[in-house]
């Protein structure tokens, strides 16, 4: 017996699908419609077995006693109904074009999802190619305007970078007055490309050229445009240009452009990626705007050896301004830029001030005096003194103290020992940068410190300085050695700073008898050309086994200096290493007193008494400075 639901209509009764089988089983469907969701049947009499067997079947019946002759049932098409009903059906299988309301259920189960991706597909292609719409910013340019709401940034804000802001003069006029450099017919660059080290006022320098030609100012760093949908770095470009356009005259500020514009396929595996795509797309945009458009795009990048050649090709960023770290009257300028809202003590000395911080960015200065204001407020001062300058310039150079860690005793001693090693090699040994302070309070990763300062402002370094310079670096491990009969694990570091610089000597400055005044640099320093892999071809077998034995003669002679100086003085290197586990930290002149084996002050003689018993409270520290930057990598200032 089957169970029937009365239809609404009385002829036609609603069933199950397994029911529509089962009928057509028992041969008793005559005839059988098949839309895309249901099945309609006529039925007749029908049976079950064959011959003997033979059974009929007769007719389903309602509950009111009437035969049941047409049933339907919904049901999802699939393939083998549709054999199924071709054998079991007797007389016709017909398909039909679904009801009304069947298409609509057809509609909204099959074509719907396609009509969605569809649609969905479409937007996307449209997001690529047009730039986006209003609705979502994946392509938008995620360029900041700066206008009016800002303060205005102009060259007196920018201390120092005099003949950065000489080149950039020409530009400021331009954008003053498009008009009348287009009627002389003159040729403006569309481009200009700031290169320098981290931190020296680049885009402070892109912001104040807006601002003294009172432009509006895009500005949008290299790494937005990579992002992680392909395509929209392009469309990035695209809109950002067309911005730039709109609001002419104006300048278009890329910082990082060598997130974007590193040399094609230089990376691994090389092909078109979403960085490629981008790139070309700027490229085709410098291609594509006259400057007489009144948009000048300024690019700034610290790594312009990486850059793609196809940018500084004529018409792109032809103009190339070189902004370097300041020297002692910059460093001073800048100094001044921002002491100006600081309450500053009469102790302190500016000019000495900057004297003391060679190789300092324009923002590592910021940075210092803002952390002496911010030492000085923590102390309870009114104004900031000389010593809370003097202590944010060391939390600059060599990174935060690290307090907290706890070393023990031994551990002290051995870094006592060790940095008295460095110490005393540094100030006997001739040619050197004097030492700054020595210090055995934990900074960053090291346990301890010897910072050496150079006089002045180096540009180049001589063979004999490199050789003191290694000698140096020995001189800690050796004072372990020779003291502590042992060496630690504290002078991994030296180590590897001794041999990159050996490396250099040998391979770059052509400072190695054995192999001459032949580069065979490591890494890609060359503009546009060699990159690491290429050094395996060019340096044969041979070469590089001089290059080992050059290695190890530089370090043995090193060694054996710093060995004879370290034992000819060790009174003062055991002196120096109680002084430090006494105190913890050496200043310039505490170290010329235990030089000259006088009694070590608390002050500095030579200063007015300000009192310097070291505090400064230890934090999460930046990364440590390690200054000077006239050897490709430099050589850091600090040693463990
Ligand atoms: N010449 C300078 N005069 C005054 N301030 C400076 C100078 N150079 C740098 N600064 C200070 O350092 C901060 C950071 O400088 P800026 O961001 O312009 O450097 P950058 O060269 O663009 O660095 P990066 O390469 O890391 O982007 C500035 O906001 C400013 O406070
Ligand atoms: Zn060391």
């Not at 921002?338 to 500016?350: E, G, M, W």
């Not at 104004?383 to 935060?400: H, S, T, W, Y």
Request: aromatic share 6%.
């Amino acid at each position: 017996m089957f169970f029937y639901q009365r239809n609404a209509g009385g002829s036609v009764e609603e069933v199950s699908f397994s029911e529509v089988v089962t009928f057509g089983e028992s041969n008793m469907i005559k005839s059988l419609k098949i839309s895309q969701t249901r099945v309609e049947a006529v039925l007749q009499e029908g049976w079950t077995g064959t011959g003997e067997e033979k059974q009929t079947k007769p007719l389903p019946k309602t509950d009111d006693g009437r035969n049941i002759t047409r049933i339907s049932a919904s049901y999802m098409l699939y393939d083998g109904f549709v054999d199924w009903a071709l054998k079991h059906v007797n007389s016709e299988v017909t398909f039909e074009n679904s009801t009304a309301s069947d298409a609509l259920i057809g509609v909204l189960t099959w074509i719907l999802p396609f009509v969605f991706f569809l649609v969905l597909w479409f937007f996307f292609i449209r997001q690529m190619q047009a730039g986006g719409n209003k609705a979502m910013m994946f392509g938008k340019s995620k360029a900041k305007l700066l206008t009016g709401s800002q303060k205005k940034i102009t060259y007196i804000d920018v201390a120092g970078c005099d003949e950065a802001k000489e080149e950039l003069q020409e530009i400021i006029e331009f954008l003053k007055e498009p008009q009348k450099f287009q009627r002389l017919g003159g040729k403006i660059p569309k481009g200009v490309l700031l290169m320098g080290p981290p931190g020296t006022g680049k885009t402070l320098l892109a912001r104040a050229t807006a601002g003294e030609a009172n432009v509006p100012f895009f500005s949008i760093s290299g790494s937005d445009f990579v992002e992680m949908f392909v395509g929209v770095g392009a469309s990035r470009v695209r809109d950002l240009f067309e911005q730039g356009k709109k609001n002419a005259p104006c300048i278009i500020f890329i910082d990082e452009i060598d997130a974007v514009g590193r040399h094609r396929g230089a990376g691994m595996g090389g092909g078109h990626d979403e960085r490629e795509q981008t790139l070309n797309q700027l490229l085709v945009e410098m291609d594509g705007f006259e400057s007489n458009d009144g948009v000048i795009l300024v690019a700034a990048t610290n790594r312009p050896d990486v850059l793609d050649p196809a940018l500084l090709r004529p018409g792109r960023f032809d103009r190339r301004v070189v902004v370097d770290l300041p020297d002692v009257k910059g460093r001073e300028a800048i100094l001044k830029v921002h002491t100006a809202r600081v309450p500053l003590s009469q102790d302190v000395d500016l000019p000495s001030i900057a004297r003391g911080a060679p190789g300092f960015s324009g923002a590592d200065l910021a940075n210092m005096v803002n952390e002496a204001a911010l030492l000085a407020a923590r102390k309870g001062k009114k104004m900031v003194f000389r010593a809370d300058l003097e202590d944010a310039k060391d939390k600059i150079m060599m990174g935060a103290e690290r307090r907290s860690m706890i070393l023990s005793e031994e551990e002290k001693r051995n870094t006592a020992i060790h940095e008295s090693g460095h110490a005393v090699v540094a100030a006997l040994i001739g040619e050197a940068d004097p030492v700054h302070k020595v210090t055995i309070i934990p900074r960053g990763r090291a346990l301890g410190v010897t910072i050496q300062l150079p006089l002045d402002d180096r540009r180049s370094y001589t063979a004999t300085y490199l050789e003191n310079r290694l000698a140096i670096l020995m001189g800690g491990r050796i004072a372990e050695e020779l003291f502590l009969n042992q060496t630690t694990s504290g002078a991994s570091n030296d180590i590897e700073v001794a041999t990159n610089i050996t490396k250099q000597m040998i391979c770059d400055l052509g400072m190695s008898k054995a192999i001459g005044p032949i580069c065979l640099r490591e890494g890609n320093n060359q503009p546009f050309l060699g990159r690491d892999y290429n050094r395996a071809q060019a340096t044969s077998e041979k070469t590089a086994q001089i290059i080992d034995a050059e290695v190890k003669r530089l370090i043995d002679e090193a060694d054996a200096r710093a060995r004879k100086i370290l034992t000819d003085n060790r009174d003062i290197v055991e002196t120096m290493a109680e002084k430090l586990l006494d105190i913890e930290t050496l200043n310039d002149w505490q170290v010329e007193q235990l030089l000259a084996r006088q009694p070590v002050t608390l002050t500095n003689p030579k200063h007015d008494p300000q009192a310097k018993p070291h505090i400064s409270e230890g934090g999460s520290d930046p990364k440590p400075k390690p200054g000077l930057g006239v050897l490709p990598d430099p050589p850091p200032l600090a040693q463990t």
